[in-house]
């Protein structure tokens, strides 16, 4: 069949290099898990390289152009495509509480709420890369004390090891985006269990950089410190301040406050 032809509501770039769809193939490590899952396959530019791999590989794909196509090339993926939206399906009706790999290149427009439901199924999701508009894709990896760092970076940090691979440029997509693109890595930590309440962890680094020109001490009023704890002069730094340890550090403060 003819190829498909790019959605822009559905932020659809297709990657036209070869080589490219083969090294972000070749940036997973595929130990740990049997499975991945690509989101979003399009043509299967990546697709290709990842059934070439000891691997079941399985993708997830809303447009039905797309599917057709994957149906119509790729045999190998007979009953490995899951025509949902990623960010709606329960995903465990396929893998069923098993580890899985995710990869992608990412549409750029979901591509944050990409990382927060991964992040939200993080017990099963030992390796996570692919591709993101750039300034995402450096925001994630980002460490403390620059202007981009913020909820992102910190929420994925706590759990993975982030690793900013690689730019790709626009002249490589068709249609191609006005913004160059990056490529990353997430390798889960062994311990990825916070020493603190996790659903508390995650209230304070977002109401944090929700006013993340003010101090702590301002930025979680609504938590209601006590004077006591408010005293503290890590409430003195601003959240761009605080590297993960910190926030984690933080967390367990405001825990022993409220017993």
């Known amino acids: 069949m003819d ?9 659809q770039h ?11 193939a070749d ?11 690509e989101i979003g396959p399009g043509m299967g530019v990546l697709t290709k390289y990842l059934l070439e791999k000891p691997i079941n590989t399985y993708v997830i794909e809303i447009d039905t152009e797309s599917v ?3 149906n119509a090339n790729y045999p190998k993926l007979h009953n490995h495509i899951i025509s949902k939206d990623f960010l709606k399906y329960n995903i ?32 099963q999701i030992p390796e996570f890369s692919g591709m993101f508009q750039k300034e995402v894709a450096e925001r994630i990896c980002e460490k ?8 992102l970076s910190v929420l994925v940090q706590a759990f993975y090891d982030a690793e900013y691979l690689f730019t790709v440029h626009e002249n490589v997509f068709n249609p191609p985006p006005k913004v160059k693109s990056g490529v990353l890595r997430l390798k889960r ?6 020493p603190c309440s996790e659903k508390l962890f995650f209230n304070v680094v977002k109401t944090g950089f929700q006013q993340r020109r003010k101090t702590l001490r301002n930025s979680l009023k609504s ?14 730094l601003r959240p761009e301040q605080l590297d993960v340890q910190q926030f984690i550090a933080i967390t367990q403060k405001i825990e022993a406050d409220a017993v």
Request: charged content about 30%.
């Open 3 to 11: 190829k498909v032809k790019a959605k822009k509501h559905l932020g």
């Open 14 to 24: 297709f990657l036209t290099d070869e080589n490219i769809a083969k090294k972000i």
């Open 27 to 37: 940036t997973l490590h595929f130990e740990g898990y049997e499975d991945v899952l």
């Open 68 to 70: 057709d196509y994957l």
């Open 92 to 123: 465990n009706e396929v893998f069923e509480g098993k580890q899985f790999a995710i990869i992608g290149n990412f549409p750029y427009n979901i591509s944050s709420q990409i990382v927060f439901r991964a992040l939200e199924l993080r017990n």
């Open 144 to 151: 403390k004390g620059s202007k981009t760092y913020g909820i």
């Open 189 to 194: 930590k062994e311990n990825f269990t916070l």
């Open 223 to 236: 938590l209601n410190l006590s004077d006591n704890l408010r005293e503290d002069t890590i409430f003195d």
